[in-house]
């Protein structure tokens, strides 16, 4: 099984300013790269996904993905308390659907 | 908007015990997951479902685990002879199996085995 890394954080933010989360994986022929959202004792939430080089823009989020360099980060603009939360990263490995994901980097916003 | 819904959200057992954990997919979905969250560790995958039998399982899926979708509607997780380091979230997860496959998760069961 391949691996999806993430610093673990804590990142500490204040309200407003923008949040950048990374992530690396070792699979070169994955895909497709998610990111979810997961508050203290709930289930992940899809933010977003990207399978194309280049930035995906989502409301305050823009997902970037590099595959040669196989690292992928989320931004956060206008970072609020609300988005106090663990971020998983998350891909399948080659030719597979099930997804390997990340420890998940804890963001804290501070108001 | 559709969703994935599990039942029960939490479950303690005795060591020992069978369990059976219940979910309902969306509805158009085809690809069905379980995965599990030991607490403070990373989210796992366990097994997928398509077409009514297991299109993949990881290493964590042996025998005390299996998988069956008895309904139109409902797919589930069974564990028997539960042992302590089964305490976990499970959460089962569906997609549509299209292109980039996105993956909708539920909001979880937490299982206590004592």
């Known amino acids: 099984q391949k691996e999806v890394e993430q610093n673990s954080g804590p990142l500490s933010v204040p309200e407003g300013a923008i949040a950048s989360l990374n992530c690396t994986y070792s699979?070169?022929?994955?895909?497709?790269f998610f990111w979810y959202r997961q508050y203290s004792g709930k289930s992940p939430e899809l933010i977003m996904f990207?399978?194309?080089?280049g930035d995906k823009e989502d409301g305050r989020f823009t997902a970037q993905l590099n595959k040669a360099s196989q690292y992928v980060s989320l931004l956060i603009r206008d970072s609020q308390p609300s988005d106090s939360a663990t971020y998983l990263c998350?891909?399948?490995?080659?030719?597979?659907?099930?997804?390997?994901f990340g420890s998940g980097t804890r963001l804290q916003v501070q108001p | 908007e559709p969703e994935v819904t599990q039942t029960p959200s939490h479950q303690v057992t005795q060591m020992g015990q069978e369990v059976i954990l219940r979910c309902v997919p969306i509805?158009?979905?085809?690809?069905f997951y379980w995965y599990r969250q030991i607490l403070g560790q990373k989210v796992e995958f366990l097994v997928s479902?398509?077409?009514?039998?297991?299109?993949?399982k990881s290493e964590i899926f042996d025998d005390q685990f299996s998988v069956e979708r008895p309904d139109g509607s409902n797919f589930t997780l069974k564990i028997r002879s539960t042992k302590l380091e089964d305490s976990a979230m499970y959460f089962c997860?569906?997609?549509?199996?299209?292109?980039?496959?996105?993956?909708?998760f539920g909001p979880g069961t937490r299982l206590t085995v004592l």
């Open positions: 997860a569906s997609s549509d199996g299209l292109l980039t496959d996105t993956q909708y």
């Open positions: 699979d070169r022929g994955s895909q497709s």
């Open positions: 990207i399978y194309s080089n």
């Open positions: 998350a891909a399948p490995d080659t030719g597979r659907r099930a997804l390997t």
């Open positions: 509805s158009n979905h085809l690809y």
């Open positions: 479902f398509y077409n009514n039998e297991i299109s993949e």
